[in-house]
């Protein structure tokens, strides 16, 4: 029986020292990988070959992470791609997944946590979600979000959000099935890096839970992970 096709990276990053350590330990980890110099150069090896999936630095000279993902979404190529931001720059972090990004990790990070990273994204790229970064609507049910005009709507009802938790909405909906920690939706979408404020999120997911008409205990759309976080249980489509 054939081995099963390991999956290929494509890891864009300006750093010798890093490509060369994390080069060696997704490949360790099952993934065929190829190492881009910077930007420029990446935007080469996807015209070369489409890989599975990037892992991108934001800072690099030529052609920046940011860039990167902007020409690839310009070719309305789905790949997915996490970007390597920098320790301390929130800007950086919404920046990521405004730009197209299907994830972001934070430098110096654990290589494990990049494995888990890279195979949560590629499982919703098995599962259909692919396209759900450049969808402009997303559909779960008779769940309808406009990520262009920022409106919501179930069934022939508009509904009203604040700006936050349509956010919030948008981000747990863009990741389907995968549980998200307060502290990393605090980290991503409010730019705070401690926990002391987690109560902001248990608002909105409170705000979300009322105007979906989504009770905690028979949860359509927003399920709650014991002790971990929050869940969107509802498959999402690009409608």
């Not at 489409?50 to 630095?57: E, F, G, T």
Request: include cysteine.
């Amino acid at each position: 029986m054939d081995a099963p096709e390991r999956p290929g990276i494509l890891l864009v990053d300006d750093d010798a020292a890093i490509t060369d350590a994390l080069a060696a330990f997704l490949a360790r980890s099952g993934f065929d990988v190829r190492v881009a110099e910077d930007g420029r150069a990446g935007l080469a090896e996807v015209e070369r070959e489409l890989p599975d999936l990037i892992v991108c630095d934001v800072l690099m000279p030529h052609v920046d992470g940011r860039e990167f993902v902007r020409r690839v979404r310009a070719r309305q190529l789905s790949l997915p791609i996490i970007l390597l931001t920098q320790v301390g720059e929130s800007w950086e972090r919404s920046a990521a997944l405004d730009e197209g990004a299907d994830d972001y990790l934070n430098k110096p990070f654990d290589p494990h946590e990049l494995i888990s990273r890279i195979r949560a994204v590629l499982r919703r790229t098995a599962q259909g979600a692919g396209s759900l970064r450049t969808a402009q609507r997303l559909r779960a049910d008779d769940l309808v979000l406009d990520r262009t005009a920022r409106r919501v709507w179930r069934g022939d009802t508009e509904l009203t959000l604040t700006p936050k938790a349509l956010t919030l909405l948008e981000y747990l909906m863009l990741h389907p099935h995968e549980v998200h920690t307060r502290e990393r939706l605090l980290s991503t979408l409010w730019g705070f890096d401690f926990a002391t404020s987690s109560r902001a999120v248990d608002h909105r997911i409170a705000e979300l839970r009322r105007v979906l008409d989504d009770a905690a205990g028979d949860a359509r759309f927003i399920e709650t992970a014991q002790s971990l976080g929050y869940r969107f249980a509802a498959k999402v489509t690009a409608a």
